[in-house]
């Protein structure tokens, strides 16, 4: 049976994630549309409605908070990328496709991009980014196969797919300063074209 200290425990628990979850989310969003220069903790603490002590209580730096908010969104896109296919392979090749450079010109991934931005000046930063993108990047490539349905012991299906992803990630830049829509949709196309191909 439990007692009263462990049921005012859980309350107090469900509040501190909520606060951890409103803090990346603002993280998130303060990166996206200020960049790191304009991302402060208590900036983001304005944001997410909590005072600056209680982001430095989740997140004791600066590093350690926005480290953990690309984390949040590294979780996200995966996140994202199955709920559109819950049953695993896709039959429609061009709609994982669409689905992954959606991913990639959305704002989780500008968040993201602000962040390496500033590893790339940060000893620091700089080592912690890189490890977790490694990690993204391994989980990324994980998913793109089983949802494109590639059989890497095929030789080139490997390189095929990561080339994929890394086109993904440069229509992902390119968009950042106009609207790429027009000519994303051509070359998600033509890549889809390529990848049947490949993959076939």
């Known amino acids: 049976?439990?007692?009263?200290?462990?049921?005012?425990?859980a309350p107090k628990q469900d509040r501190s994630r909520a606060?951890?979850?409103?803090?990346?989310?603002?993280?998130?969003?303060?990166l996206a549309e200020h960049g790191w220069a304009g991302s402060t903790v208590s900036v983001v603490a304005e944001r997410a409605g909590v005072s600056r002590g209680a982001a430095q209580h989740h997140f004791p730096t600066?590093?350690?908070?926005?480290?953990?908010?690309?984390?949040?969104?590294?979780?996200?896109?995966?996140?994202?990328?199955?709920?559109?296919?819950?049953?695993?392979a896709a039959d429609d090749r061009r709609a994982v496709l669409a689905a992954v450079v959606g991913l990639y010109t959305g704002p989780l991934f500008r968040a993201a991009l602000h962040l390496w931005v500033a590893a790339s000046n940060e000893d620091q930063l700089r080592a912690?980014?890189?490890?977790?993108?490694?990690?993204?990047?391994?989980?990324?490539?994980?998913?793109?196969?089983?949802?494109?349905?590639?059989?890497?012991?095929?030789?080139?299906?490997?390189?095929?797919?990561?080339?994929?992803?890394?086109?993904?990630?440069?229509?992902?830049?390119?968009?950042?300063?106009t609207d790429d829509t027009a000519r994303r949709d051509r070359v998600v196309n033509?890549?889809?074209?390529?990848?049947?191909?490949?993959?076939?």
């Open 1 to 9: 049976m439990s007692t009263t200290a462990e049921r005012d425990r």
């Open 19 to 30: 606060t951890r979850q409103r803090l990346l989310e603002a993280a998130v969003a303060c």
């Open 62 to 88: 600066r590093e350690d908070l926005f480290t953990a908010a690309v984390e949040y969104v590294a979780e996200e896109r995966s996140s994202a990328l199955r709920a559109l296919f819950p049953g695993g």
């Open 128 to 177: 912690r980014v890189t490890e977790l993108e490694a990690r993204v990047g391994r989980e990324t490539h994980r998913i793109a196969v089983e949802l494109l349905g590639a059989d890497e012991r095929l030789p080139g299906v490997r390189e095929t797919v990561q080339g994929f992803l890394d086109m993904a990630r440069g229509l992902g830049l390119a968009n950042l300063l």
């Open 190 to 200: 033509q890549w889809a074209d390529l990848l049947e191909r490949a993959l076939a």
